[in-house]
């Protein structure tokens, strides 16, 4: 038996569609990670990214459970003394809530440089509306 290893001239690249409205944050994220890993494909190697592009509509209506919008901190730190900002997820999602899904998809990434070009495939908009009708996304059902 041989181990057949996915050449990246060999990849064919998809594109699909989710729509955030009402899914669970982490939910959504598992699944829209497993996309850009290329997980749900056949010719999957763990050293070459055989990922799809997802587009994610509706960032803005997208659902955390329990208590986490006033619970759920976001923290960055600037390098400097005293440079510790924080956000709530709550406010996050009011001013940007393209970042709560970016944040969330990144975390469930490898941390490599190939999660780097992984993420470049994922594109994310707060409306019901994206440009990239000409690439013919599929919808990716939840």
Do not use: C
């Not at 997980?39 to 997208?62: H, L, M, Q, R, W």
């Not at 960055?76 to 809530?97: C, M, Q, R, V, Y």
């Amino acid at each position: 038996m041989t181990t057949n290893v996915a050449k990246i001239e060999d990849v064919q690249r998809g594109w699909y569609v989710v729509d955030a409205q009402n899914a669970v944050l982490g939910r959504l994220a598992t699944q829209v990670a497993n996309v850009l890993r290329g997980k749900n494909k056949a010719i999957y190697t763990p050293s070459v990214d055989t990922g799809d592009f997802v587009i994610v509509v509706n960032a803005e209506k997208v659902a955390l459970t329990g208590r986490k919008l006033a619970d759920k901190i976001y923290y960055s730190h600037s390098g400097f003394t005293g440079g510790l900002k924080e956000i709530s997820a709550g406010k996050l999602l009011e001013s940007k809530p393209e970042e709560v899904i970016k944040k969330a998809v990144k975390g469930m990434l490898p941390k490599n440089k190939l999660a780097r070009h992984m993420l470049k495939k994922l594109k994310i908009y707060a409306g019901g509306s994206h440009p990239h009708d000409a690439q013919q996304p599929k919808v990716l059902a939840l």
